[in-house]
């Protein structure tokens, strides 16, 4: 499977999002971008079908999680937008996650990636145990999402990039892993933690990188994103 780099356009307007991916425009490799709830809520499905006839792969990150029939019907209205790779929780459970698959797949049997958010990294263990009652760790629960993602069909799930190990050797190679949370060695961190740079994801085995400020908010973005390439990709 190719691996990619995708650039988190984290904007909320259309214009903003149009004027960083202009910076693109002479680039042979289009970046594959992901598109979240802010871009997404604030420009509706327009903003897909437009980045999508620029030439762009489409991440839609719109995490879905309701009942399995509001999930299946509303993942064949995100096909339709012909996105390439879309997400939910695994939380809404297999028959949750097969539904969505099923309401994903066109007519011809082709469908977007798929795959299944397993904790927010958001949630620390103590929260997960003390507020949501789950008295697992957070990793035993990382990998039983990981699984249940698997056995309902689905492509793999986001992680981050130090848990892509675990996911791999639980549910194999082939198993896609996404993984935020990457940061050039020389970068500034931020408000992610848990992070680690695009050439030891690559050694860890992430498939896809999503990669936001260390490129949006780069003196150069496109040398940016060309360096994340080189390191992941190339
Ligand atoms: O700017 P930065 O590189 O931190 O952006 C990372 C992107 O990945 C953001 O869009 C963020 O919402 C998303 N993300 C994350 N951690 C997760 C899931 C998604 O950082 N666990």
């Given amino acids: 499977m190719g691996k990619d780099v995708i650039i988190a356009c984290d904007f909320s307007s259309a214009s903003e999002t149009f004027a960083f991916l202009d910076k693109f425009r002479d680039e042979e490799r289009k970046p594959f971008v992901k598109i979240g709830m802010e ?27 309701d009942i399995p029939n509001t999930v299946k019907k509303s993942m064949a209205v995100l096909s339709s937008l012909d996105v ?50 789950i008295n ?33 050797s639980a549910c194999g190679s082939e198993f896609i892993t996404v993984t935020p949370g990457v940061r050039f060695a020389d970068g500034e961190v931020g408000d992610q933690v848990r992070v680690t740079t695009p050439a030891k994801a690559k050694e860890i085995g992430s498939d896809y990188i999503v990669v ?4 949006t908010q780069a003196a150069d973005p496109v040398a940016a994103y060309r ?8």
Wanted: charge should be negative; aromatic fraction near 4%.
């Fill in 84 to 133: 390439d790779m879309t997400n939910l929780h695994a939380a809404g459970t297999i028959d949750m996650m097969k539904a969505a698959l099923e309401g994903l797949t066109k007519a011809d049997g082709t469908r977007p990636i798929l795959i299944a958010v397993t904790q927010l990294t958001s949630t620390s263990e103590e929260r997960m145990q003390n507020e949501l009652l």
């Fill in 212 to 215: 936001g400020r260390p490129i």
């Fill in 227 to 234: 360096r994340c390439v080189a390191e992941f990709v190339d």
């Fill in 39 to 65: 871009l997404y809520y604030a420009e509706g499905p327009s903003i897909v079908r437009e980045i999508k006839a620029r030439g762009h792969k489409i991440f839609l990150d719109l995490k879905l999680h």
């Fill in 136 to 168: 697992a760790s957070i990793n035993e629960t990382i990998v039983k999402y990981a699984e249940n993602t698997k056995a309902a069909g689905l492509d793999g799930v986001v992680c981050s990039p130090l848990e892509a190990g675990m996911v791999k």
